[in-house]
């Protein structure tokens, strides 16, 4: 394994150089196989597990790793903190795949830099863990998700409200630039950094847009048109509507979608209060920290409209200099933004319902279902799991022949609403089903037995149950032996739990 350092060639206005706090005893705890095969690591947890220890805790530094702590700015709840980057993490470097596809390698938990402000640089052994847990879920419920490679225990204790053990978990993500970290630089008018981290986001992740490289020219970097900022912000726009409607698809709440936490890649960054939905309810909050149900489940469309408008403000000065041409320029792209999200958004709910195709009457359809299951608190991942269960062609016909023989006023709202989405699809039931069964999973990471995994693990040491919910997480649209284990709701529905930041 051999690493590359493509953002740190970009300078030192980017980063601080810093390196990893060695720590006394790491072991490695978790290992992600899968993922080391995909990016070409041949190292094992069976053959080289103590020098996995030693890497990945920063103890001893990979060939080629020069680390750093990235500097970026954000919003924080709506309110814009100027400086904030990386407390408590190091990038290593990247590696590129046999796809040539590259990813960044960062250490989180991995001590302090310049950026730590009052924090202690560590990361407690739970959120290590529940990152692993819920970033691999969320991959195998095909959800863009930043990824786990590794957890190390560090044998140092970390002090929140007691003392827990520690542990560094390393993150891989397609980068690690973040709506914040254009922020950082707009926020002091340093527009050469603004376009060289432009021109950078766009060779790393957009390489569909074509730069103008001038011949004989003394610059260094291709020149940034007006197209090349449009069509880069609507490229980031599109990745953002794919992660957000992956998310309201399978229940997912971030918790926390501060700017500093909204990658321009489109990849869930930042598991620390996330959590899932079990009773469908728009305001589902968990988050201790969003006492105002600000990041609210059904509000994370409105706020990544408002993140990439932050974006939007960052990237005006190179759209154009004159800004209202800019604004001109840039406006119509948020506009489309809202418009596709909302079409993507029910599009994706009648797939949910096994409908192929969006039409007339089906947004009617989706609204009506949510509003009968918030009003009656149906768990959002069994009921479309029951909807589909019992679908046969025999099952709807008979259905609909038998309630046009009822009183109208007989028929209960659920009846209603089930002859309507009936008729809708009873030309092919059969493919109906297929359509569910791809769009709805069986088994999600459950707030309680998240919960219960992770105690287990922090408590006595064992991993055995931990392992077990990730063979089941990692094949959720399957039923395999362990299934129907984990997928019962909590007691009183979650009604008080809460989940805390990381830090």
């Not at 920290?289 to 706020?303: E, H, L, T, V």
Request: glycine residues 6%; contains cysteine; negative net charge.
């Amino acid at each position: 394994m051999n690493l590359s350092n493509q953002y740190y060639a970009l300078g030192k206005n980017f980063y601080q150089e810093t390196l990893p706090t060695a720590v006394a005893e790491p072991v490695l705890l978790l290992w992600n196989d899968p993922l080391a095969d995909s990016l070409g690591i041949s190292l094992s947890a069976e053959a080289d597990n103590e020098l996995l220890a030693q890497y990945f805790s920063g103890n001893q530094l990979i060939e080629g790793s020069k680390p750093i702590a990235q500097a970026y700015s954000g919003h924080q709840f709506g309110h814009f903190n100027p400086q904030l980057g990386d407390g408590r993490a190091h990038l290593l470097g990247d590696l590129t795949d046999e796809y040539g596809s590259t990813w960044d390698i960062q250490l989180k938990g991995s001590g302090t830099s310049f950026f730590s402000r009052s924090g202690d640089g560590r990361c407690a052994l739970g959120p290590a863990l529940r990152e692993f847990i819920m970033s691999e879920a969320m991959h195998a419920l095909g959800v863009p998700t930043t990824r786990c490679l590794a957890v190390v225990a560090t044998g140092q204790a970390v002090y929140r409200e007691r003392a827990l053990p520690g542990a560094i978990v390393t993150r891989i993500a397609s980068s690690h630039i973040r709506v914040g970290t254009f922020q950082f630089f707009a926020a002091r008018q340093d527009f050469q950094s603004l376009k060289k981290l432009t021109r950078f986001a766009i060779e790393r992740h957009f390489p569909e847009i074509k730069l103008v490289k001038v011949e004989n020219s003394k610059l260094d970097e291709p020149l940034l048109s007006s197209e090349n900022i449009l069509d880069f912000f609507t490229a980031v726009l599109n990745k953002q509507v794919t992660l957000v409607v992956s998310w309201l698809r399978v229940g997912f709440l971030h918790g926390v979608m501060n700017t500093d936490n909204t990658a321009i890649s489109g990849e869930t960054i930042d598991y620390g209060p996330c959590a899932m939905m079990n009773n469908y309810h728009s305001g589902t909050v968990f988050s201790s920290i969003d006492r105002n149900g600000r990041y609210a489940f059904g509000n994370q469309s409105k706020i990544i409209q408002w993140n990439m408008a932050r974006l939007a403000d960052c990237l005006l000065p190179l759209v154009n200099e004159d800004e209202d041409i800019a604004l001109a320029k840039i406006t119509p792209l948020l506009q489309q933004f809202a418009n596709d999200l909302q079409y993507r958004y029910f599009e994706m709910m009648v797939n949910k319902l096994g409908i192929a195709e969006l039409a007339e009457g089906d947004i009617e359809l989706v609204n009506d279902l949510l509003r009968l299951m918030q009003d009656e608190q149906l768990d959002y991942t069994l009921h479309f799991n029951h909807l589909a269960e019992n679908l046969t062609q025999t099952a709807v016909d008979d259905f609909l022949n038998d309630i046009e023989k009822m009183e109208t006023q007989a028929q209960d709202q659920w009846q209603l609403w089930l002859a309507r989405w009936y008729r809708r699809i009873s030309d092919d039931v059969a493919a109906t089903k297929r359509l569910m069964e791809r769009n709805n999973p069986l088994v999600i990471p459950r707030n309680h037995h998240v919960e219960a995994v992770l105690e287990s693990a922090q408590e006595s040491g064992d991993l055995s149950a931990l392992h077990e919910f990730l063979t089941v997480l990692q094949q959720p649209y399957s039923h395999i032996a362990s299934t129907e284990k984990y997928q019962d709701v909590p007691c009183g529905g979650d009604e008080n739990y809460h989940t805390f930041c990381g830090t």
